[in-house]
């Protein structure tokens, strides 16, 4: 287990007591990647995993959580999209499960939603992209925020991580605030912590830890990018919003492209719907990345990472990543 100096456990005190974890860093939710292994592996080593939850029905989700459990006795929570159409079953599965801490990402939490988790004994976090909106989810009932910057992988906002921290970090004290994206190493980490975060959450930085899943090829992809290649996709008609998506640019990039124009000529023509349009713009993403994860086809899938991907240099276990992380911090704080 890392060795923490007394000086930054004093920072991250409150987001270690939170999460019930010797450090204050929580594995990012990445669909495919974030499964019971790396979660586990992030728990064992002191750190805090969340199963990504994605579009698994909630069959899927009780399995993950059981098989999770059969592999740490630590802490670890799941992370829940709110526009899931099974939310209200998935919540039950972790509450009967005993999950810990559930996050709930994607939107707005619906207040049934935040009313269920908070009933049944389970911590709440939520993202929030601005303070206002955050002091609202506090008085709805989140026990915790999460502020992610547009450096991170996979769906992202408009706003970077070091001017959400500015504008939320100062305003919002009542609960601990952890700050995500684009954090690669202990440095930031730190500098985090001083300006009042309770702690940080990193995911393209695990992705390639031993006990990641993903395949080879994912993992080679991502140390062999450099962060100018971890590109946010582009939308390509105002009439259907795409929420960008992050990734390293490759062929699967252009054929998101190639799709919206076929579903836009479509819908014109009439032979789609609105809402069947959208929707297929959509669906994209969630067959690609298993492309991508799964099956190895970095070409043609989609491989989500943040900017942080040109700090990924190999293939390292993961409580020697946590060790590097807190190392950098600690010799950060020394030359204060």
């Known amino acids: 287990?890392?060795?923490?100096?007394?000086?930054?456990?004093?920072?991250?005190?409150?987001?270690?007591?939170?999460?019930?974890?010797?450090?204050?860093?929580?594995?990012?939710?990445?669909?495919?990647?974030?499964?019971?292994?790396?979660?586990?592996?992030?728990?064992?080593?002191?750190?805090?995993?969340?199963?990504?939850?994605?579009?698994?029905?909630?069959?899927?989700?009780?399995?993950?959580?059981?098989?999770?459990?059969?592999?740490?006795?630590?802490?670890?929570?799941?992370?829940?999209?709110?526009?899931?159409?099974?939310?209200?079953?998935?919540?039950?599965?972790?509450?009967?499960?005993?999950?810990?801490?559930?996050?709930?990402?994607?939107?707005?939490?619906?207040?049934?939603?935040?009313?269920?988790?908070?009933?049944?004994?389970?911590?709440?976090?939520?993202?929030?992209?601005?303070?206002?909106?955050?002091?609202?989810?506090?008085?709805?009932?989140?026990?915790?925020?999460?502020?992610?910057?547009?450096?991170?992988?996979?769906?992202?906002?408009?706003?970077?991580?070091?001017?959400?921290?500015?504008?939320?970090?100062?305003?919002?004290?009542?609960?601990?605030?952890?700050?995500?994206?684009?954090?690669?190493?202990?440095?930031?980490?730190l500098s985090y912590l001083e300006m009042g975060a309770s702690g940080v959450q990193l995911g393209t930085r695990f992705v390639c830890a031993t006990e990641c899943i993903a395949h080879p090829n994912f993992k080679q992809a991502f140390i062999r990018a450099a962060a100018r290649d971890a590109v946010p996709s582009v939308q390509l008609d105002p009439r259907f919003p795409v929420i960008p998506v992050r990734a390293i640019a490759n062929e699967g990039g252009k054929r998101f492209m190639d799709k919206q124009r076929e579903v836009v000529a479509r819908f014109d023509k009439g032979e789609l719907t609105k809402e069947e349009a959208q929707l297929e713009i959509e669906h994209f993403w969630a067959g690609a990345l298993r492309r991508a994860v799964i099956e190895g086809d970095v070409e043609n899938g989609s491989v989500m990472a943040g900017q942080s991907v040109g700090m990924v240099a190999r293939e390292q276990p993961v409580a020697e990543i946590l060790a590097e992380l807190v190392e950098q911090a600690e010799k950060a704080l020394e030359n204060r």
């Open 1 to 189: 287990m890392v060795t923490v100096s007394p000086s930054l456990q004093h920072l991250w005190q409150r987001g270690c007591d939170f999460l019930g974890t010797p450090l204050a860093i929580m594995g990012g939710a990445m669909s495919w990647v974030s499964e019971r292994h790396l979660v586990a592996a992030l728990s064992n080593a002191g750190g805090f995993g969340t199963i990504a939850c994605g579009s698994m029905s909630p069959d899927l989700l009780r399995a993950e959580i059981q098989g999770t459990k059969a592999l740490t006795q630590k802490p670890f929570g799941v992370n829940l999209i709110t526009m899931h159409p099974q939310l209200d079953e998935l919540i039950d599965v972790c509450l009967a499960e005993k999950v810990t801490h559930i996050v709930l990402a994607g939107g707005l939490p619906p207040a049934p939603a935040i009313k269920k988790i908070r009933s049944g004994g389970a911590k709440l976090m939520c993202f929030t992209p601005t303070a206002p909106l955050g002091k609202k989810l506090i008085r709805m009932g989140a026990d915790a925020l999460i502020i992610e910057g547009m450096e991170a992988g996979g769906h992202i906002g408009p706003v970077s991580t070091s001017v959400l921290a500015q504008e939320i970090l100062p305003q919002i004290r009542d609960v601990p605030v952890f700050v995500a994206g684009g954090i690669g190493r202990g440095e930031a980490i």
